[in-house]
């Protein structure tokens, strides 16, 4: 079981960026697949989250409207749009697997698999 996840970069205040985390070893269309984060000096904070069974979705608070979750399962990809990024969304953001059918939360930032992260830098 692997996730990698890529895209971050450093974007203004309002701006957009698409993450990417690729998977291998395991089916998407059978897992659901989460995304955290972890910004300097803080806890784990999860973001959101994607079902395996019907790819619905669930979103904490903080990102809801602003972020979506989605995959590809041709792809083995599953992707984090950021939009009206804000300089509090600076962290490192991880995408990471139970190996099960449905989502804890969107606030889950415990998983049993997860990647390298990619660092997305808010700022003017």
């Known amino acids: 079981v692997q996730l990698q996840a890529s895209g971050g970069g450093l974007v203004q205040p309002g701006g957009s960026l698409r993450l990417s985390c690729l998977v291998s070893?395991?089916?998407?269309?059978?897992?659901?697949i989460g995304w955290f984060r972890q910004a300097p000096g803080k806890e784990r904070e999860g973001v959101s989250c994607?079902?395996?069974?019907?790819?619905?979705?669930l979103y904490v608070d903080s990102v809801k409207g602003r972020f979506t979750i989605s995959r590809d399962n041709a792809k083995n990809t599953v992707y984090l749009h950021m939009n009206n990024l804000k300089p509090e969304d600076t962290a490192v953001y991880y995408c990471?697997?139970?190996?099960?059918?449905?989502?804890?939360?969107?606030?889950?930032?415990?998983?049993?698999?997860w990647g390298q992260g990619t660092l997305v830098t808010v700022s003017s």
């Open positions: 070893g395991f089916t998407l269309g059978y897992n659901a």
């Open positions: 990471g697997t139970d190996r099960r059918l449905w989502c804890d939360s969107a606030a889950d930032s415990e998983y049993d698999y």
């Open positions: 994607l079902n395996g069974s019907d790819g619905s979705t």
